[in-house]
């Protein structure tokens, strides 16, 4: 008795702390919001034409000299990769032309900063990251409700469809909370991985049902 006390005791707690981290997570959320990765924020940009094979680490050092501690995104760009695309946050003119002198001494260049413009780069919203997951997961959802109401009839139609329902939102919840109070950037790893929850969790739920159904024709034979 004592044993059940104590793990009711224990679920209790860790339902509540669940809870507590969601709703601090979505106060996080509605307040300053979720911290994006840069290539999904409004940045700027400049693209230089080096003219001749370089690689992204010389290219990444160059700017770690001129924008220390800043976030980059440094690719190579065009058909032949000659071209690299450097992006950040914000950069200055400033920042621009030093950047350029750097490379024009290290690859003898002359490229000309008043040639290069700093462009905009507009920011992705975060319903254009997760829309392609949307309909999937929805008609998933649904075939997997449908699959749970017929094989777990016994255990009660309703009461199935909403634990399974109840259960995937507080785990993704949850997951999106752990997100926005840790400041863990959302990027391109981000919906794979909720998405792996969802299955994971979706697994732990067919199992406790699978247990809970098996008690329950137990009970019913030993009538």
């Known amino acids: 008795m004592d044993k059940i006390k104590n793990i009711n005791n224990k679920t209790k707690l860790i339902f509540t702390l669940m809870i507590l981290i969601i709703i601090i997570g979505i106060a996080i959320t509605a ?23 370089f690689e992204i680490s010389d290219m990444q050092k160059i700017v770690n000299e001129v924008m220390p501690k800043t976030q980059t995104i440094i690719q190579k760009v065009e058909v032949y990769e000659d071209t690299v695309s450097i992006t950040a946050k914000e950069i200055t003119d400033e920042q621009k032309q030093e950047i350029i002198t750097k490379i024009n001494e290290k690859y003898e260049l002359d490229l000309s900063a008043d040639n290069i413009e700093i462009t905009s780069v507009q920011n992705l919203q975060g319903r254009d990251i997760v829309k392609k997951y949307i309909i999937p997961i929805i008609i998933a959802t649904i075939i997997i409700l449908i699959y749970m109401v017929i ?4 255990l009660g139609k309703m009461a199935t469809i909403l634990k399974t329902i109840a259960v995937l939102a507080l785990v993704e919840l949850m997951f999106l909370s752990v997100l926005a109070i840790t400041r863990i950037p959302v990027c391109e790893f981000t919906m794979p991985t909720a ?14 049902f699978e ?9 019913e034979n030993k009538k």
Do not use: P
């Open 195 to 208: 998405v792996t929850l969802y299955v994971l969790t979706l697994i732990i739920i067919t199992t406790t």
């Open 151 to 154: 094989r777990y009839n016994k």
């Open 31 to 53: 307040t300053i919001g979720l911290n994006f990765d840069l290539k999904y924020q409004s940045a700027q940009k400049i693209e230089l034409y080096i003219k001749k094979d």
């Open 211 to 219: 247990k809970q159904l098996e008690i329950k024709k137990i009970e």
